[in-house]
């Protein structure tokens, strides 16, 4: 407990850490800000902005909050009307609130898609003839009309606030094993009373709760805000009705993640957001155990979290071609490499050179074997992170019929983890 404690102080205590922290939670906050002054809400005439707009939202939703009905609707638009005020330079109807564009949006024939592309709506459509109805009746879920815009900004709070821990993990764990052998101090502590292994088992250990620490600040501070600028109402409506990178898709009969409720949506992206964490944090530790130098640490774990994701981004219109390739391939080079520190030194010259090859190489072969029957690509931190890959699991498993495949990826992710913490205790005891 003394070396975990030592650890732990190390990594919290070092000035980079508390500087990138500070920044990272500057930035964070300042988006919450920005999310709220940005908001504006037309109603009867009056516009409002800021935490202003959102509480008349609020209040405007609550006198209709409940099971959505045709009477409901109507009652709505004969109230607030339609929205219908353009301005070249702003995106969406001047003069909407939360009800009015509700209703528009989904309800009506009126549409907003740019400027020049828009149509006022001049009728409403009964429910059951519209695509929410439609998913409704289908999941046997009762329509419910609720102010769920809280959700849309947890939801976004939360993708930024991961990629900001990213980079916090990557600054603060590099330095956990390759600072020691920066400064030439790795024998000073292989010959304390407490040993080897226990030494390694205390930078493990440390890293991996500051790793969790970090998560669970960033989730805390997101559901804090949400809690009290937004509120908690909505959690049971459409996951399709509350999130922009959502919406109520009819594949597999409406059984899909469009009409998951947006609690269990929300739930689902934290625990993906979580395994990408994990995964970072096991990165970050693994490179430190294999490199002289935190500068070199930082870079080699950047490269293994970004190149994959980046090379699918060059070659994603030609997926035959060698980029995409590479990149498909780059998933498990890393993990190959990582691999190479179980050979035992101790084998002959021959045999050991054999083996770091078949390390290298045997994960990639089977990676692309395998590549149409497993997304491996969802298992990147990055993805994990990005809005919209529930969705892209959801209709994998529902197109390809693999009942398995969020489980799979959360299980590679998991088992992946596992393998570079491994490597990291084998890499650093054997150097």
Known sequence: MRLYKMELYKICSKKLFLFSAAASLAILLLYMYSAVIDRTTTINGVKYSGFQAVKMDQQITAEF????????????????????????????FLDSNYLNDFVMEYFSDGYFRGYDDYQVATRTYPIAETVLGQASAATGKPLQLEYTYGWQVFYDVLGIGCILGMALMLLSLSPVYADESWQNTRHLLFT????????????????????????????????????????LRGGDCFSGQVLAEEFISQYNEYHNSSTWTSMNYILFCIVECFLGFVEVAAVSLYFSSHCKSPFQAIIASAMCLFVPVF??????????????????????????????????????????????????????????????????????????????????????????????????????????????LVCSWQKYKNS
């Open 65 to 92: 909050s409940g099971e959505l009905t045709d009477e409901k609707l109507t009652r709505i638009v004969e109230k607030y009307g339609f929205p219908s005020g353009v301005e070249e330079r702003h995106y969406g």
């Open 192 to 231: 304390t009373k407490e040993g080897k292994h226990r030494d390694i088992a205390a930078k493990i250990a440390a890293g991996m709760t500051a790793a969790v620490s970090i998560f669970v600040v960033i989730v805390l501070v997101d559901f804090l805000f949400v809690a009290c600028i937004y509120g």
């Open 311 to 420: 090379l699918n981004q060059l070659g994603r219109d030609n997926l035959r071609g060698i980029v995409f390739q590479l990149s498909q391939l780059s998933i498990f080079l890393f993990p190959g490499i990582a691999l190479m520190s179980l050979v035992p030194d101790t084998l002959p010259p021959t045999i050991y050179r054999i083996g770091k090859v078949l390390c290298c190489v045997l994960p990639m072969l089977i990676g692309q074997y395998f590549r149409h029957q497993f997304p491996f690509y969802y298992s990147v931190p990055v993805m994990l992170f990005v809005n919209g890959a529930a969705k892209d699991l959801d209709f994998i498993q529902c197109q390809e019929g693999f009942s398995w495949v969020r489980q799979g990826v959360f299980s590679f992710a998991g088992a992946v983890s596992v393998l570079y």
